[in-house]
């Protein structure tokens, strides 16, 4: 199914984002970037899919890149719900 890939798609950023905050969070930067650091990566990620994936749900760039960065932006939610799932 389409919408299935689209989502697919999507997923992949966030884990992509999400590893490139991981490698950020280990290195001497101030963790105060790793959003807008994850955004920007996202964003990138979201044009760049919408080129090489038929299924991305987005058929402009403008789009592309908003859904891009959103989903980079998860990545720093998913951070936050696996500390707190572990402080459990």
Same mark, same amino acid.
């Given at each position: =199914?389409?919408?299935?890939?689209? !989502? &697919?798609? +999507?997923?992949?950023?966030?884990? !992509?984002?999400? /590893?490139?905050?991981?490698? +950020?969070?280990?290195?001497?930067? =101030?963790?105060?970037? !790793?959003?807008? /650091?994850?955004? /920007? +990566?996202?964003? &990138?990620?979201?044009?760049?899919?919408?080129?090489?994936?038929?299924?991305?749900? &987005?058929? =402009?760039?403008?789009? &592309?890149?908003?859904?891009? /960065?959103?989903?980079?932006?998860?990545?720093?939610?998913?951070?936050?719900?696996?500390?707190?799932?572990? =402080?459990?």
């Amino acid at each position: =199914d389409m919408e299935i890939l689209g !989502i &697919a798609s +999507v997923a992949a950023i966030t884990v !992509i984002a999400y /590893i490139v905050g991981l490698v +950020v969070k280990n290195t001497a930067l =101030d963790n105060k970037w !790793i959003p807008c /650091i994850v955004g /920007i +990566v996202g964003g &990138a990620l979201g044009a760049l899919a919408m080129k090489v994936m038929p299924d991305y749900p &987005a058929t =402009d760039y403008i789009t &592309a890149v908003a859904v891009g /960065i959103v989903s980079g932006l998860a990545a720093t939610g998913v951070d936050q719900l696996v500390k707190q799932l572990g =402080d459990n």
